[in-house]
Structure formats: structure tokens, C-alpha cells
């Protein structure tokens, strides 16, 4: 089935650990996008890719990191300098800018 | 930038009432999308509707775009209806979709 496949659905992480949390996509979509919702929340812009081997930040990228070697997979790293990581991790992925935008199940990251 | 406002902020319906959603933006866009985020976290797409009315099975969407504004219709509310339920808007750039905070619909059997 075509779709965005998020792993892992759960994952816990000690204090300043990094963690990678993986994002693959089958729609060969050129743009990829990852966010993070609070609890209650909307949805906050971390980083999105337009094309392989490019990407930019969103309003909040500090304490992440991200690469997009490959069309398909664009995973985001939550390294040790992201002061409140626990949080509900989203990606997504859309042909262009302007066509609709699809998401994966989400990740639940909780640092203990 | 543009912004995204939503309303009612939380609606209590009982199953099988009628309910309106309504997204305010501050400027005018080239696309629009409804989401439902079900209590598991999912995002569902609802409908993609830069403007016109779009109608899949119960619910319908409608976008006036010179007035700025879109509305998700539900009709016959089912218990499955409940969670929390997003517009979203492309920012200037259009890469990045600019969120409303969510209208969270609980419907009561």
C-alpha cells in the first residue's frame, strides 16, 4: 500500500541521549516535512525538504537535525540539545507546495 | 504571515446532531486542507478545498476564498466523529502549512 510509515509508534530516550525517529515514504512525493505537537496543541514546523539533498528549518528547529539522502526517507534526530523533547513527532510528505499533504502515524517520544 | 484561527475551540454534541466548523484566515491562500486527528494521533485527510464545497458521505467542506474563510460540515454525528479536527494554510513560502489550534469535537452516544 502506498503511505508514510512512521517508526518506532513508541519510544523512550534518557536524558541527553539523541535519538533518530525514521520517516519512509512510497508516494515518491519530492517534499517531506516533520512536526511536533504538544499535548492540546496544533502542530509546530521542525524541518521540511523540497528536494533530495536539500532541506530547511521551520519555526523550531533548534535541538533537531535531519538529512535527505534518499527521495524517500527523511529521518529527524532529536539530539541532546533539545531542551523538552517529549512530545508527539508527525511527518509528512506532499508532491509540491501547493498539493495536499499526507502524514504518517506519528511517533510518541518520551524522555525519562 | 497569514493566520489560522479556528472555532468553536471544543464542541459536545449528542450522536446523531449536526455540528459546523469554521477556519478564519487573515490572508488569501492557495490551498486549504481539513484534518481529523483521531484519538490515537492519526491525521486523516478530510478534504483538500482551495475553494468551492466538496462533499465525501456525511461530511461536506466549503471555502469562500475572497471572504476568507472555510466550513466543515458533519451531519448525523457518529461517536467515530470525535477528536480533534484541523485547518491548515500554506505560509508565504508555501511549503510550510500554517495550523489552526483545533476545534476538539466530542459526540456522546
Known amino acids: 500500500d502506498g503511505g508514510i510509515t512512521q517508526s518506532p509508534k513508541y519510544l523512550f530516550r534518557k536524558e541527553g541521549q539523541n535519538v533518530t525517529l525514521s520517516c519512509e515514504q512510497n508516494l515518491n512525493h519530492d517534499a517531506m ?56 513527532y508527525l511527518c509528512a510528505s506532499s508532491w509540491t507546495e501547493d498539493t495536499e499533504a499526507f502524514f504518517g502515524q506519528g511517533t510518541r517520544l518520551t524522555v525519562v | 504571515g497569514i493566520q489560522v484561527e479556528q472555532s468553536p475551540p471544543d464542541l459536545i454534541l449528542q450522536e446523531g446532531a449536526n455540528s459546523t466548523l469554521r477556519c478564519n484566515f487573515s490572508d488569501s491562500v492557495n490551498n486549504l486542507q481539513w484534518f ?46 470525535s477528536g480533534v479536527y484541523f485547518c491548515a494554510a500554506p505560509r508565504d513560502s508555501n511549503y510550510q502549512l500554517i495550523w489552526g489550534a483545533g476545534t476538539k469535537l466530542i459526540i456522546k452516544p
Open chain 1, 33 to 88: 516535512y516533520w512536526y511536533r505537537q504538544d499535548p492540546g496543541q496544533g502542530l509546530r514546523l521542525i524541518y521540511y525538504s523540497q528536494i533530495v539533498n536539500d532541506f530547511q528549518k521551520g519555526d523550531i528547529a533548534e535541538g533537531y537535525s535531519v538529512s535527505r539522502e534518499k527521495k524517500e526517507s527523511f529521518p529527524l534526530t532529536v539530539t541532546s540539545a533539545q531542551k523538552n523533547p517529549t512530545a508527539f
Open chain 2, 36 to 81: 481529523h486527528q483521531n484519538p490515537w494521533g492519526q491525521l486523516i485527510n478530510l478534504f483538500y478545498i482551495p475553494s468551492g464545497t466538496k462533499q465525501n458521505g456525511r461530511l461536506s467542506a466549503t471555502t469562500v476564498a475572497t471572504e476568507r474563510y472555510s466550513l466543515l460540515y458533519i451531519s448525523s454525528s457518529q461517536t467515530t466523529d
